[in-house]
T-cell receptor, first 117, second 114 residues
Framework: DTAVSQTPKYLVTQMGNDKSIKCEQNLGHDTMYWYKQDSKKFLKIMFS???????INETVPNRFSPKSPDKAHLNLHINSLELGDSAVYFC????????????????FGEGSRLTVL | AQSVSQHNHHVILSEAASLELGCNYSYGGTVNLFWYVQYPGQHLQLLLKYFSGDPLVKGIKGFEAEFIKSKFSFNLRKPSVQWSDTAEYFCAVNPNTNAGKSTFGDGTTLTVKP
């Protein structure tokens, strides 16, 4: 079983459309994240949820809205897509509540490649 | 806020050559340190991590890294690279506080020529 799974893996859409990416982790972790990787491979955090509560919200346009229905799921909805939103979006999870030896160790999903035309 | 600097953007080596990738961070407190690898077309995977204790840590596939606190560095090394090590390598720093976020370096692309 895949530990952190994302769907869809590929998404091609027109500017102005709304799309969602889903993420699920079966590791029992308490924290989930969305990262954006651009064409130069730079990796930037967008959001982080701990036990369904938003704890990190980087400078991201409010067209991006995360939702965490439970601690195993973190979805990303994007409204009014723009060309600059084209990227690979990675979901990740970690166990932050168990002590420093595991803190910050991220388990990544396989990524969702979004192409906006 | 912490920051991470990876000095080498693109490294090209021949098989069996030795590898060292630099990573420096800026943060005044205790940190956890990581190296992740991203093989072509794949997701990031943990190579190795440092939390405390012996500053020389060993990871998977023969990689190791040394934490030098006085230099705020966590360089990645491998004595003899293989073609299959061709990948993107990311250094990451986590400030080891509640809800502390990991900050990634800009990555180093390693190309190993057969």
């Amino acid at each position: 079983d895949t530990a952190v799974s994302q769907t869809p893996k590929y998404l091609v859409t027109q500017m102005g459309n709304d799309k969602s990416i889903k993420c699920e982790q079966n590791l029992g972790h308490d924290t989930m994240y969305w990262y954006k990787q651009d064409s130069k491979k730079f990796l930037k955090i967008m959001f982080s949820y701990n036990n369904k509560e938003l704890i990190i919200n980087e400078t991201v346009p409010n067209r991006f809205s995360p939702k965490s229905p439970d601690k195993a799921h973190l979805n990303l909805h994007i409204n009014s897509l723009e060309l600059g939103d084209s990227a690979v979006y990675f979901c990740a999870s970690s166990q932050e509540g168990r002590g420093r030896e595991v803190r910050g160790e991220l388990f990544f999903g396989e990524g969702s490649r979004l192409t906006v035309l | 806020a912490q920051s991470v600097s990876q000095h080498n953007h693109h490294v090209i080596l021949s098989e069996a050559a030795s590898l060292e990738l630099g990573c420096n961070y800026s943060y005044g407190g205790t940190v956890n340190l990581f190296w992740y690898v991203q093989y072509p077309g794949q997701h990031l995977q943990l190579l190795l991590k440092y939390f405390s204790g012996d500053p020389l840590v060993k990871g998977i596939k023969g990689f190791e890294a040394e934490f030098i606190k006085s230099k705020f560095s966590f360089n990645l090394r491998k004595p003899s690279v293989q073609w299959s090590d061709t990948a993107e390598y990311f250094c990451a720093v986590n400030p080891n506080t509640n809800a502390g976020k990991s900050t990634f370096g800009d990555g180093t692309t390693l190309t190993v020529k057969p």
